[in-house]
Structure formats: C-alpha cells, structure tokens
C-alpha cells in the first residue's frame, strides 16, 4: 500500500514551491535598476526615511504613505494640486521637481481645508525644492497658529507640523481634510509626497525600498543556495562511491574528498574575493558565479564523501556482495544494484541537512560581502553596517531573518519525514 505525503512534507513542498515560484517572478516584478543603484543615494532620495511598512496602518497608526499627485488643473503656468489629508503624523517631507535647466521665479502657495492660504516660495529656482528646507516660513506659519514652534523641531522633529495641525482651544491636533498645492510656473510641475510609511517592507537610513532588495535578493539567494547543495551532494555521493572501491580511481577520489574534509572553508571563500572579484560600478561584488558555486560545493562535499565511502565499504563486505561477485557479477553491475539503492537514499538526506547550512553560509558570507551578486547576506550587510545609528529599526531584519528561518525549516521538515519513513521501516 502506496504510503500518503505526511503532513510535514506536504507543508515543506509547498514552502520551497513558493520561494522558488518568487525567485522565479523576481525580474518581473522587480526593477534592476534599483539594484544597480543600490548604493547610489541620489536615486533613493525621494523615499522617506526609516518608513517601516505601510501595512503597520492596519494595527492603528494613521502615519501618510508616499505618494505622487497628480495635478487636479492646469491652465498655462498654472499647476494645482490636492492632498487629502486625514492621518494622525505629518509626511516627511513634500518634494517637488520641475522639468528645466533655468532659473524662474516660482511661487508656491498652500491652501488649508479651512481656507487659510500660506505662500512657502516666492523667488527663482531651477529644479527641485523642499517643503521643509523652508524652516523660517514654517516657523512664522506655526506661530501664526499658535504653535510653539522652533527651529530645532523643524530640522530635527516633525517639520510639517505647522502646515498639517492646528491649535484647537490649546490642544495641537491634526487639520484634516483637503489641501490645495498651487504652483505657478512655465515648467511643469512633479508633487511627491514622502510619508511616513513606505511599500510592502518600508526604507532603511539610505531610504532603500526594502521590497526591492528582498525580491531580488531571493533570487540569487535561491539560486547560489540551491545549486550549491545539489553539487555538493553529487559531488560528495561521486568521491565517496568511487573513493570505496579498489584501483587507482579509489585512491585518488578518496585523496580529493580528504582534501576537501579538512581545507577551512570561510577563510578560502573569503580569500576568492580579492583573487576573483572585483565590486563593480554599482557596488555590488562581481564574481564569476560558477566559480563560486563550483569551490563551496567542493568545500562542502568533503564529510558527505567520507560518510559515503564508509557506507560503500561496508556494503561491499557484506555476504549477498561476496555472493554477487562469486556469481559472475562485475563492478558496474554490483554498484549499479546494490550500491546505489543505498547510497542515493542517503544522499537526499544528506542534502536535506546541507541546505539549512548552505543557507546560512551564503547569507554569512554575503554580510561579508563575499558573495557575487546581491543575496539576502548583502541586503542585511547594507542595512545594518550602512546604519550610523545603535537601534536597528525591525522591519529592517526581521522579514529576511524570518524568511531565511522558514526555508531552511522546510528542509528540516523533509529531513524529519524521511528520518520517521526510515524508522517505520526498520520497525
């Protein structure tokens, strides 16, 4: 009787499935461009600042998402906009950029929902400006409202506090509602709101889009992981069957799987990167991926060889072995159905148990920068080392370090099923 899928390794193959169906749709929902400027600062600079995700919003916080508005009339030079307004914090910041190469006077007013009209710019610019840039008139438009405002809590508080809230009998409370954005000017203008919230996984201090470098790190992380163990193991199952049988090939498998069991493996992967690597225009490593993945499995074949040796040794001394080759049968012959039926279960097992390790290397090593390409290591490297403060924010860490943990349960999970199908056989 055919034995059904146990719940475990049912859940493990619907978790791999999901990882490898998301490297898989990485590109196409994923810009490289954001990762060939992932250390470029400029391209990020109209992302907030530390915005954890815009679905914290669902628990109870009413922070403003970023977002692009568009222009509700436009008649010559000039360009209106609305923002409606109705959260609890104010934006960081509102940007916002004109298409020309020359200066021109601009004059840019804000309209309240309760009428009030506040000009912010009034002089010549020639391509971007920034609400909060401008502290003096913030200040006089908060003391206009009665506000205790001063020029510390523009630069370093909530800036736009004083265009956003209101003084209502002493208490400082948000002025929700529709605000009007009027531009005058040739060019035409581009309006971004910089919430407080961001994307699916929110920014970092360098305001990376978080999403971005998850997405495409689960990519090469799939990759880089999952071609490293299937090597390592077919590398391994090769060294320790040949390595087990007699002739010049045994000794030499056997000499290379040695030399692979006690040769350090951080030290040499991290020795390749001066050898073999050069960081490109972008920042990122660059590495002959095959290469890589060619030494790490090698380094990581060593002990499944020598297990697979033992294993192949003791086979053949055993008495149905001795029978076979008194009977005629030839080295092919005997390894082709005795050995292997042996070996193989075990070599999915064993790569059952080097995948969680595997996962865990490629994610040390890319922290180190160490790896080609950008994997899960690299985008927590950027974040925590490129991060001048102590606190490290949670939407920072705990979605890559959740989804590394996850993935290497599933294997475990594998592992746990095939150990329970051993022991019900052996019972």
Do not use: C
């Not at 020359?102 to 920034?130: A, Q």
């Not at 470098?213 to 999952?226: D, K």
């Not at 350090?264 to 590495?287: D, F, R, S, T």
């Not at 192949?312 to 009977?327: A, D, H, M, P, R």
């Amino acid at each position: 009787m055919k034995r059904k899928p146990s719940p475990k390794l049912t859940i493990s193959l619907a978790i791999i499935g999901l990882y490898l169906l998301g490297a898989l749709l990485a590109p196409h929902f994923v810009d490289k461009e954001g990762i060939d400027n992932w250390y470029n600062g400029n391209y990020w600079i109209r992302n907030p600042r530390l915005a954890p995700p815009e679905w914290v919003n669902l628990f109870g916080s009413k922070k403003p998402p970023s977002r692009i508005l568009k222009p509700t009339k436009e008649e010559g030079r000039l360009h209106v906009f609305e923002y409606d307004f109705h959260y609890s914090r104010t934006p960081q910041d509102i940007k916002i950029i004109f298409n020309k190469t020359k200066f021109e006077r601009i004059s840019i007013t804000l309209t309240t929902p309760g009428g009030e009209s506040y000009v912010l710019y009034n002089s010549p610019i020639i391509e971007e400006l920034s609400f909060r840039a401008s502290v003096k008139k913030l200040i006089e438009i908060g003391r206009d409202k009665g506000m205790d405002v001063t020029e510390t809590d523009v630069l370093f508080g909530d800036a736009l506090k004083p265009l956003f809230f209101k003084n209502e009998s002493g208490r400082i409370v948000p002025d929700e509602g529709k605000y009007r954005i009027t531009i005058v000017s040739s060019a035409k203008p581009q309006v971004f709101v910089v919430g407080k919230v961001y994307g699916l996984m929110g920014t970092d201090v360098k305001r990376r889009d978080l999403w971005v470098g998850f997405l495409w790190g689960l990519r090469e992380t799939m990759i880089l992981v999952i071609l490293t163990s299937l090597l390592a193991t077919f590398l391994g199952t090769l060294l320790g069957v040949s390595g087990g049988l007699s002739g010049a090939a045994g000794v030499f498998s056997d000499a290379v799987s040695k030399i692979s069991a006690i040769t350090p493996l951080l030290p040499v992967m991290i020795a390749l990167v001066p050898v073999e690597g050069k960081v490109g225009p972008n920042g990122i490593l660059q590495m002959p991926m095959g290469l890589f993945i060619l030494i790490l499995g090698f380094l990581l074949s060593g002990k499944i060889s020598r297990n697979v040796k033992v294993m192949v040794e003791t086979e053949i001394k055993k008495e149905y072995i001795e029978s076979s080759v008194s009977l005629g049968g030839d080295r092919l012959w005997i390894l082709r159905n005795h050995i292997l039926k042996v070996v193989i279960p075990y070599g999915i097992y064993q790569l059952t148990l080097l995948v969680p390790r595997v996962v865990a290397l490629i994610s040390l090593l890319g922290f180190f920068r160490a790896t080609p390409g950008f994997n899960w290591g690299t985008l927590m490297a950027s974040v925590v080392i490129e991060n001048p403060r102590v606190t490290i924010y949670w939407w920072e860490v705990l979605p890559i370090t959740l989804a590394l943990g996850i993935f290497a349960l599933a294997f475990v999970l594998i592992n746990r099923d095939m150990e329970d199908r051993m022991s019900s056989k052996n019972i």
